[in-house]
């Protein structure tokens, strides 16, 4: 800040602010940061990244989906106020996960925090709904509304095809799912995940 008030016309000064402010989860001071960098940079690809994960976490969904469609994405806003993006293949979050003091014994030890991957079905290219549970508890579970940095950390391979991984930054809605903690012990392969068959409708089973 004080580098800025003497060359208040340095635009890359100003998206490494908006950086500062985004990774401390100050979501306001990083948009104002980065619609500055804009003005004075015009539609560097950084920005509008920044620009848009930033109005994603404020709610601010015209300007989320204003920067995303200047990326090249088909976006649009959704009665709810916020960005959408229709046919967006499942990713991954990386999430911290800390034992539960139940269940088997693991490579990570129990009161150690580790990270877990978790299925996400995107929203828009920064945020979307948690769709399988973790295995320890972690900071964001099944049904969570999440976003998080659109580099990827990695890209692994499933079903023959890629599936980025991110790296989460904050939680936007949690779920209204409840989790049930319980012991299954199969007399033969399989029999577990077989109890899926009988379960009522929009219920499902994950071993």
């Not at 000064?13 to 940079?41: I, Q, S, T, V």
Request: net charge negative; glycine share 10%.
């Amino acid at each position: 800040e004080i580098a800025l008030r003497a060359q208040p016309d340095n635009g890359g000064w100003w998206f490494n602010l908006g950086l500062l402010h985004k990774a401390r989860l100050a979501f306001r001071e990083g948009l104002d940061a980065n619609l500055r960098a804009r003005a004075l940079l015009g539609n560097q690809k950084g920005v509008l990244w920044n620009l848009s994960i930033c109005a994603t976490a404020l709610g601010e969904g015209q300007t989320a989906v204003d920067s995303l469609r200047s990326l090249g994405h088909d976006a649009k806003l959704a009665p709810s106020g916020m960005p959408y993006v229709d046919g967006l293949p499942p990713v991954q979050v990386r999430a911290a996960s800390i034992g539960s003091g139940l269940g088997p014994d693991t490579a990570v030890p129990e009161r150690a925090v580790g990270f877990e991957l978790l299925w996400v079905t995107p929203i828009s290219p920064c945020h979307g709904v948690v769709s399988s549970p973790s295995f320890r508890d972690a900071s964001i579970d099944y049904g969570d509304v999440v976003l998080w940095e659109p580099v990827p950390l990695g890209i692994s391979e499933h079903d023959g095809r890629p599936v980025p991984r991110f790296a989460l930054l904050a939680v936007l809605k949690k779920g209204n799912e409840h989790r049930f903690r319980y012991v299954a012990l199969e007399q033969e392969p399989q029999q577990v995940a077989a109890l899926a068959r009988d379960l009522p409708e929009n219920c499902q089973l994950f071993v």
